[in-house]
């Protein structure tokens, strides 16, 4: 048996599965599925290479079965190596899963208890902690909360304005989402000294968020009883006005669920342009002249600068501003447009430096009068091997 502490990361998603291997701490190897053109394809990335997996999965549903004969085929750990803990990303509006737990059966039943709150994520994670369990049946497997971070909110910044009594009965809150990767990047920050008393941390992906961050802990985030809630996203509508759904429901004859899968599938930089959720493809198509996918990347920019002032109002200033995600990370184009708007903050965008960052560890892009404006590369995995290994010590 192995001396060092061995942490598999597990984050499930709609179209992939990724794995990573922690040894002490430190990243070891990578293990990443995605279902493309209807069929399963994988690699191993390990020691600087990268090696294709050949499986003839019908679908991503029992691709963890492969994990284990992968890390022994490469060596990477050996037959008599025992993992130390198993990490799972874990997305679930309810108070119960706003901290990192071990999961039992009764935490897996009340998983399944609470699936039709959030079908579009409890679903596929359900899945694969069932066929975790089956793979590994010894190892403790950790689930590691999306939004536990944002714990630290204020009393009122988790409430909606309906009846208090009923909201705290039905858990019907503005829980947030994302806290890994910004605690991922709160980390970060802190290790190197960049970490500024009022942080506004932007995560825009697929997914996109704004957090509020005050000597590193969450005060307000974008998001709410669901990862719906807040800016306009790559095929989620974000803020919309319930009487408005509603319309949508009845004008296209929707059921429940085919309103939430219209809302958060077909919406977004999708719905308004048209023909495409990928920013590099809105702004090839605005370059010819697409009105919709002008429109379409106007009110993505404008609703993130909307919320980054929202998010300075609720800590009363802002000192630093950060981009993650991948947008955040690799959209020059986007990041100078966001800026455009930020003045009255104190941020000014460097062109010629924004024009040249793409997934930096950490990059400043402001002229040097302005306030920080940092790109910061987010690191989910490794916030939930840290937060795996720091559950098993306590």
């Known amino acids: 048996m192995s001396s060092e502490s061995l942490i598999l990361v597990v984050n499930p998603g709609s179209s992939s599965r990724k794995y990573g291997l922690f040894a002490n701490g430190e990243k070891r190897a990578n293990v990443n599925f995605e279902f493309e053109d209807n069929k399963v394809i994988g690699k191993v990335e390990y020691n600087g290479d990268k090696y294709p997996i050949n499986c003839d999965d019908a679908d991503l549903s029992g691709v963890s079965s492969h994990i284990l004969p992968l890390l022994h ?4 750990i050996s037959d008599t190596d025992e993992l130390t803990a198993i990490g799972i990303r874990v997305v679930a509006p309810i108070m119960r899963f706003t901290k990192d737990e071990l999961l039992t059966d009764e935490v897996e039943s009340t998983l399944e208890a609470i699936q039709q709150k959030a079908p579009l994520h409890i679903t596929t994670v359900l899945n694969e902690i069932k066929q975790i369990k089956s793979h590994f049946p010894s190892t403790p497997l950790i689930a590691i909360s999306d939004t536990a971070f944002h714990a630290t909110k204020p009393n009122h910044a988790w409430y909606y304005g309906i009846d208090v009594k009923f909201a705290d009965e039905s858990g019907i809150k503005r829980y947030g989402y994302h806290g890994i990767s910004v605690g991922s990047i709160v980390h970060y920050l802190t290790s190197k000294s960049l970490l500024t008393p009022k942080t506004v941390i932007c995560h ?3 997914g996109s968020s704004i957090t509020a961050v005050v000597d590193g802990k969450s005060v307000e985030t974008t998001m709410g009883y669901s990862p719906l809630e807040g800016l306009l996203m790559a095929s989620r509508s974000g803020n919309i ?5 509603l319309a949508i429901k009845r004008e296209l004859g929707l059921t429940d669920d085919g309103l939430e899968q219209y809302l958060n599938k077909q919406s977004g930089l999708l719905g308004v342009s048209g023909s495409s959720n990928d920013i590099r493809q809105l702004l090839a198509s605005e370059e010819k002249g697409d009105k919709r996918a002008k429109l379409a990347l106007d009110l ?3 609703r993130i600068q909307q919320s980054i002032g929202q998010m300075a109002a609720s800590m009363n200033g802002v000192d630093s501003i950060i981009f993650t995600g991948t947008i955040g990370e ?5 990041r100078e447009r966001i800026l455009s708007h930020m003045e009255y903050l104190g941020f000014v965008c460097d062109k010629e430096v924004n024009d040249k960052t793409f997934e930096p560890l950490d990059a400043n892009i402001a002229i040097a009068d302005s306030k920080p404006v940092l790109v910061v590369s987010t690191d989910e995995a490794a916030e939930i091997a840290r937060r795996a290994a720091k559950y098993m010590q306590e």
């Open 204 to 206: 825009l992906g697929s």
């Open 73 to 76: 085929e490469h060596k990477i």
């Open 300 to 302: 993505f920019v404008y």
């Open 330 to 334: 690799r959209s020059s184009i986007i």
């Open 241 to 245: 006005d319930v009487s408005a759904a």
